[in-house]
C-alpha cells in the first residue's frame, strides 16, 4: 500500500535557520506529493505541492522538489522565522477505487526561538 | 467566511454516551471526509462522502457512523464511547473527486475526550 515517512520531530531552530524536513513516499505509479501545515489550534492547511517528477513545490519561502528516483520530497526553507512554529505533514494521494484520498505522514513539529 | 465549519470545537463526554460532531461546508465542493488525529499528531483517513454516497470507509469501527443529509454537510455520530476515542477529529472538504487531485480543505478540529 501507499506510505509516507517523515524525520521524527520535533525539530528545534534558531530564527533564520536553514530547515530541511525529510520525507520519503512508497506508492504505485506517479501519486502527487503535497506538504500540509498546522498552526497550533487549528486545522490543516495546504503549504505546497508537486503533481508529477522533477516538480518543485514553493510558498511563502518553502520549497520542495518532486524526486522520483529517490521518492523523496524534502521540505527546505532558507531562513526560518517564530511564525513557521507548527506542525508540517507531508501526504501523497492517489485515486483509489474513485476516492480522492490523502495518505499523511506522522507529522514534524517544528519549534522556531528568538 | 468560514471554509468548512466545524462544532462543537470541544467535546468532554463520559464512555458509554452516543455524540454527534457536526461539519459544513460553504464551497460548493462535492466531497467530504473525516479525520482522526491522535495524541502524537497521526492523522488518518475515516470515512468519504461524494455526493451523499460513502465511497471511502477505512476500517473503523461500526460505532462510528457518517451521515450526509446533502453534500454541505457531512456529520459524525459516535455510539457507546471508549477511550481510545478520545481524538482530534477533522472534516474536510474538495471539489471533485473524479479529477485527479482536489486540494482539501480542512476544518477546525472537534478535540473529543472521552472520560
Known amino acids: 500500500g501507499n506510505s509516507v515517512t517523515q524525520m521524527e520531530g520535533p525539530v528545534t531552530l534558531s530564527e533564520e535557520a536553514f530547515l530541511t524536513i525529510n520525507c520519503t513516499y512508497t506508492?504505485?505509479?506517479?501519486?502527487?506529493l503535497f506538504w500540509y501545515v498546522q498552526y497550533p489550534g487549528e486545522g490543516l492547511q495546504l503549504l505546497l505541492k508537486?503533481?508529477?517528477?522533477?516538480d518543485k513545490g514553493s510558498n511563502k519561502g518553502f520549497e520542495a522538489t518532486y524526486r522520483k528516483e529517490t521518492t523523496s520530497f524534502h521540505l527546505e526553507k532558507g531562513s526560518v522565522q517564530v511564525s513557521d512554529s507548527a506542525v508540517y505533514f507531508c501526504?501523497?494521494?492517489?485515486?483509489?477505487?474513485?476516492?480522492?484520498?490523502?495518505?499523511f505522514g506522522t507529522g514534524t513539529q517544528l519549534k522556531v526561538e528568538l | 467566511d468560514t471554509a468548512v465549519s466545524q462544532t462543537p470545537k470541544y467535546l468532554v463526554t463520559q464512555m458509554g454516551n452516543d455524540k454527534s460532531i457536526k461539519c459544513e461546508q460553504n464551497?460548493?465542493?462535492?466531497?467530504m471526509y473525516w479525520y482522526k488525529q491522535d495524541s502524537k499528531k497521526f492523522l488518518k483517513i475515516m470515512f468519504s462522502?461524494?455526493?451523499?454516497?460513502?465511497?471511502i470507509n477505512e476500517t473503523v469501527p461500526n460505532r462510528f457512523s457518517p451521515k450526509s443529509p446533502d453534500k454541505a454537510h457531512l456529520n459524525l455520530h459516535i455510539n457507546s464511547l471508549e477511550l481510545g476515542d478520545s481524538a482530534v477529529y477533522f472534516c474536510?472538504?474538495?471539489?471533485?473527486?473524479?479529477?485527479?487531485?482536489?486540494?482539501?480543505?480542512f476544518g477546525p478540529g472537534t478535540r473529543l475526550t472521552v472520560l
Open positions: 474536510a472538504s474538495s471539489q471533485d473527486v473524479r479529477v485527479d487531485y482536489n486540494e482539501q480543505f
Open positions: 506508492a504505485t505509479g506517479y501519486p502527487s
Open positions: 508537486a503533481t508529477k517528477a522533477d
Open positions: 501526504a501523497l494521494h492517489k485515486i483509489t477505487g474513485g476516492g480522492n484520498k490523502l495518505t
Open positions: 464551497l460548493g465542493h462535492d466531497t
Open positions: 462522502y461524494n455526493n451523499k454516497e460513502l465511497i
